[in-house]
């Protein structure tokens, strides 16, 4: 009897943590920076864009419209280190939707404005170098700035 109830207490504890987590996106954040150019096809299929990393230099796959979002992630170092969403099948940008699709949370701390622009920029944010968000673009981006100097594995957003 004392197995029986570990066991039930077990489920429940699996039936509770699996109720409390978000669910996973396609277009996860989480699962497309980090990931190699392959993993990244085998979960988006062929990219529109494929230009291969070489040295010195980052690479890139682009996909023109999966679930009426592009998607562009840049490789450096054999990895995704930026994505960037434009939401085109958002007649008015929605950010509460966006951020639910790439599977992230808008910080709690202020974000910075970008200057020119109405984007606010939050950095860092969580285990990456930045996000920032342009709702007259309709734009969102996460992880390290392909361009900018220092940036490496796992940065923000432009």
């Known amino acids: 009897m004392k197995s029986f109830k570990i066991t039930m207490l077990s489920w429940a504890l699996l039936a ?3 109720c409390s987590s978000k669910p996973e996106t396609l277009l996860q954040v989480e699962r497309l920076l980090g990931d190699t150019p392959e993993e990244l096809i085998a979960r988006l299929g062929e990219p529109k864009q494929n230009r291969a990393e070489i040295e ?3 690479g890139f796959l682009s996909w023109p419209d999966i679930e009426g979002t592009q ?5 450096k170092g054999g990895k995704g280190v930026y994505v960037s969403y434009r939401f085109v099948g ?3 940008f929605d ?3 966006a951020l639910a699709i790439i599977g992230v949370e808008e910080p709690d701390m202020e974000p910075k404005p970008v200057a020119g622009s109405r984007a606010l920029r939050w950095q860092p944010f969580g285990d990456y170098e930045r996000m920032t968000i342009n ?3 309709r734009l969102i981006s996460v992880g390290s700035h ?4 220092g940036s490496g ?3 923000g957003a432009e």
Do not use: C, H, Y
Not at 146 to 149: D, G, R
């Open 16 to 18: 509770a943590l699996s």
């Open 56 to 58: 010195g230099d980052f």
């Open 71 to 75: 998607v562009l992630v840049v490789v």
């Open 90 to 92: 958002m007649e008015t």
């Open 95 to 97: 950010r509460d939707a």
């Open 135 to 137: 709702p007259d673009t």
């Open 146 to 149: 392909p361009i900018q100097k």
């Open 153 to 155: 594995a796992g940065g």
